[in-house]
């Protein structure tokens, strides 16, 4: 497990004095699990008792009456969840993408491109920016055209687009821009997205096949996700 250092986007919550035990601990759970999925150990007992909740101690005790909870599932419906409140959840989105990107990849981190907040990968020399944005039908707007145009400039090896759905026409206007700049745009909806992250975890493919699925140049489908499992020919 993987320990992605303080939760510091978690406001500490106060319980408030009628909230039962039980329920302050599954809040607790649910709090880190948007988060840090991936916890364990001492460090999810850290985690839960910074989220104000439950102390340590508390934590401790009680964890084992919860080992039904799948942090795994409920940051993935957590994350479909925003997928469709526009601006005002576009940190938590992603924040959201990029712990799956860090779990396909092995390193994500918060970045910029052009006017965009974005995420950025790197395995070897391979460099990727991914720009996701909590909406449905989306299309390209001013600041998304200006973060392409500042792609098409830095000329990354990966520029793939996340959203929770796009609209019928995305991938022609962004196949259009970039037409012979040699900057492979992926778009990917969130479902497929999480659809990769759990078939990597699962059968552990190759970077390098993960990488390639990315860097596709086009809308990704469900044969993707099969493909990156072996599960299609």
């Not at 039980?22 to 008792?49: D, I, K, T």
């Not at 052009?114 to 790197?122: I, S, T």
């Not at 500042?150 to 520029?159: R, S």
């Amino acid at each position: 497990m993987i320990w992605f250092g303080k939760l510091s986007l978690l406001p500490p919550a106060a319980a408030p004095s009628g909230t039962p035990l039980r329920e302050r601990m599954q809040l607790a759970l649910e709090s880190v699990a948007r988060r840090a999925p991936h916890l364990s150990g001492r460090a999810l007992l850290r985690a839960l008792g910074e989220t104000g909740w439950v102390d340590e101690t508390t934590a401790a005790r009680l964890l084992p009456e919860f080992r039904a909870f799948d942090p795994d599932r409920y940051f993935a419906e957590y994350l479909r969840g925003i997928s469709f409140r526009g601006p005002a959840y576009a940190e938590e989105f992603r924040h959201g993408v990029e712990l799956v990107v860090r779990d396909l990849v092995g390193s994500a981190e918060p970045g910029a491109l052009g006017p965009e907040p974005a995420v950025r990968f790197r395995h070897g020399e391979h460099e990727g920016v991914v720009l996701a944005y909590p909406e449905v039908t989306f299309r390209l707007a001013a600041r998304t055209l200006e973060a392409v145009q500042a792609a098409i400039e830095e000329m990354p090896d990966t520029l793939l687009l996340v959203a929770r759905n796009f609209d019928s026409t995305t991938a022609a206007q962004l196949g259009g821009l970039l037409a012979r700049t040699g900057v492979p745009a992926t778009l990917v909806t969130l479902n497929l997205l999480l659809g990769l992250r759990a078939t990597a975890l699962r059968y552990q493919p190759p970077t390098n096949r993960v990488l390639r699925t990315l860097s596709a140049g086009r809308a990704l489908h469900t044969t993707d996700v099969a493909r990156l499992g072996d599960r299609v020919a």
